[in-house]
């Protein structure tokens, strides 16, 4: 019993850990910051993801202290059962009610993994969250199948970059762009590394005094 219950905290403990290996990524064109940005984290996210779930709040608090935008992209797994469900009811929520009560859905999403073990279980966990504030949840969320293509889409990119894992998480400047290995924490020097690149990069150029 001892033996099995130590296996599965060890299972656990992996299942919540970035990946140690640095992704070999295939194109890194879109690892840039959106217009107007200096830096930016880029994240591959899949709601069913355990290790996502530890990371996404350190992410969220580390983009709001350091006051630069979050370019998420849906990543869900083929192999998880329900996130690419999940993914659609967040986009809606998005594009449909509100970003902020969309937001609100994947940290709630994220926050009870451990109860939602089928597509039903995900379908009555979203409808308690609308109507937990008063958002009416239509009969077909995604009715014309405009939702899932971007998910798809969001997936297609991932694959062309190179992604194997979520999340995968970088700290992207417009030359330079630094991956989250292991602890998710590690985020706050990155940003702060990419900042200091930044404000060396636009510094003054200093002339050297000549002889007259």
Known sequence: MKTRLF???????????????????????????PAGAKVAVVEFEDLECPACANAAPIVHRA???????????????????????????ARWMQEKVNPSV?????????????????KD??????????????IQMPFQVDPTGALANKVRADYALGEKLGIQHTPTIVVVTQNHYDELTGDPNQIYGKIEAALAATRSSTSPVKKSATKK
């Open 7 to 33: 296996a599965a905290l060890l299972a656990a403990f992996a299942l919540t850990a970035i990946a140690q290996q640095p992704t070999q990524f295939q194109d890194t064109s879109m690892l840039k910051p």
């Open 121 to 134: 279980d995900l379908a009555h966990a979203t409808r308690k969250f609308l109507a937990d504030r008063k």
């Open 63 to 89: 983009v709001e202290q350091y006051h630069i935008p979050l370019v998420r992209y849906d990543f869900p797994l083929k192999a998880h059962v329900w996130s690419f469900d999940a993914a659609v009811y």
């Open 102 to 118: 969309a937001d609100q859905y994947r940290a709630a999403v994220f926050a009870n993994q451990m109860s939602i073990a089928s």
